[in-house]
């Protein structure tokens, strides 16, 4: 017997690194709002008409496209998919001409199970059918002058004079900069939802949102994503095989996981002071996929942004895959943790290359999610302005050790402490660490008064060379405070 559906999936592929290719906080936004309006599903059930439909067993995410069709019963679906994918390819590669996309399809009955054994093994495999941007017609055609990727095509004014630029460049030349207040961006999205004015045009202008003892010039990037979502989707493909509450629990999950992301980042955006005080967004959302966000926002509002998306995002997901991992305990006698996610923040200049900062944090990210094997919410970050962008890591941290529910942990609150000392004192500590250890830092610290402040974040005396009873190395803590809310 045939399976009941084909399912065709589309993603662009390094999508972070292609929204970021160009120096303008504008350059990004019309690109990141091509990419959401392009793969909107009102959008893509236009372009591929009777040949598929938008299968709704999949979660909604900016630049994923996942369609289904009817097995044909008198002949192999391979036709159709590629009619399909000549459609669904053309329509991408014309609104983003500068982007990767990837194509893979499979045959079943449920997405859930044709994703964990057909579609994933594909993709890492390599068997997709990949779309690449036209390279240059003839070699020696110089290169665009704004992205520095791909040939240029044509000359284009821009604020600062004429450019040579390649046709993705041009395309995001002519969009406004300003992402519109509809529900197909993500800023479009998170404006409407926080019911707020836009966020600033330029990188400058989002950095002097931020409070006056920023210096208003730093700005922080944040990547997230989440932990073990694999493992929970595998155990979920499995368990639905045999078991039809849990196939019935499935086709909800996904869209629920999807809406918890959404959710945790309006949220996290309605929370921070100068979204209030100045009634518009103060986060720039650059992409956010199913669990995947990357947003740009004051460095000073950095801290207080992460920590609650990430237990916001963790609380709705644990009261989405609950019914699940009961079930699948009931039947199977064990089930996967909840999954969680990580983020890696990165904070510079205002002026720093946003794809510098973006690399740096997705490096940053995968050491959060190294350092605890992916298997609870962590964050790792760097400070390229304070630091430099090669600056040794820190030992990345548990959520845990940070946030408790909605309330700040005994750690949190020590930094707090920390971040209130004049940051004259914040230097000599630093100083008085990186000559002479933590010993001669104590002694900095008690000649001003300071110690009671600073104590948490030594090593323990009695018995001796214990870690700090904060969890927090000095060094660490003092860059954290750096960008850390006052008490
Ligand atoms: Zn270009």
Not at 211 to 231: I, K, P
Not at 423 to 437: C, D, F, I, Y
């Amino acid at each position: 017997m045939n399976d009941r559906f084909v399912y065709v999936d589309f993603g662009a592929v390094r999508i972070q690194h292609y929204l970021t290719r160009t120096p303008s906080l504008r350059g990004h936004r019309t690109a990141s709002d091509a990419l959401a309006r392009a793969t909107a599903r009102s959008t893509i059930a236009r372009v591929v008409g009777d040949l598929a439909e938008v299968n709704e067993e999949a979660g909604e995410a900016d630049g994923v496209i996942s369609l289904r069709f009817p097995h044909p019963t008198d002949r192999a679906p391979a036709k159709q998919v590629h009619e399909v994918q000549d459609l669904v390819l053309r329509h991408l590669r014309s609104a983003l001409p500068g982007a990767e996309f990837h194509s893979v399809w499979g045959t079943g009955d449920s997405y859930l199970f044709v994703y964990a054994h057909r579609l994933q093994p594909r993709i890492r495999r390599g068997e997709v059918r990949h779309d690449l941007p036209p390279t240059a017609e003839f070699p020696l055609a110089a290169p665009c002058r704004m992205c520095h990727v791909d040939p240029a095509a044509g000359v284009e004014r821009f604020p600062d004079g004429p450019l040579a630029v390649c046709p993705d460049c041009s395309q995001r030349n002519v969009g406004r900069g300003e992402s519109a207040a509809d529900d197909l961006t993500p800023e479009g999205r998170l404006r409407t939802a926080l019911g707020v004015g836009a966020a600033p045009k330029t990188f400058t202008e989002l950095a002097a949102l931020g409070s006056a003892a920023s210096g208003r010039n730093q700005l922080a990037t944040v990547a997230v994503d989440g932990n073990a979502f694999g493992v929970f989707f595998a155990a979920l493909a499995e368990g639905s095989g045999q078991d039809p509450e849990l196939t019935s629990l499935k086709s909800s999950v996904s869209a629920a996981l999807a809406r918890a992301t959404r959710t945790a980042l309006e949220e996290a955006a309605l929370e921070l002071a100068p979204t209030q005080e100045h009634e518009r967004l103060c986060v720039v959302p650059h992409v956010v996929g199913g669990d995947d966000v990357l947003v740009s926002l004051p460095a000073d509002q950095a801290w207080h942004f992460t920590l609650t998306f990430l237990q916001r995002f963790g609380v709705r997901v644990r009261s989405a895959t609950e019914p699940v991992l009961a079930r699948l305990t009931q039947v199977h006698g064990t089930a996967p943790e909840p999954p969680t996610a990580s983020a890696g923040v990165v904070f510079a200049h205002a002026s720093h290359p946003l794809h510098l900062s973006v690399e740096s944090a997705a490096q940053r990210l995968r050491e959060a999610k190294q350092a605890f094997g992916g298997r609870q919410s962590s964050v790792q970050w760097l400070d390229v302005t304070a630091d430099g962008p090669d600056a040794p890591p820190h030992a990345p941290l548990p959520l845990s050790l940070l946030r408790e529910g909605d309330r700040s942990t005994a750690t949190a609150r020590a930094l707090s402490r920390l971040a209130e000392l004049p940051a004259s004192h914040r230097a000599r500590l630093a100083e008085g660490l990186r000559e002479g250890g933590p010993m001669i830092a104590a002694m900095v610290a008690d000649r001003v008064g300071h110690l009671p402040t600073v104590r948490p974040f030594l090593p323990s005396l009695d018995p001796p060379d214990r870690p700090p009873s904060s969890g927090v190395e000095l060094g660490a803590a003092l860059g954290l405070a750096r960008w850390w809310p006052c008490g």
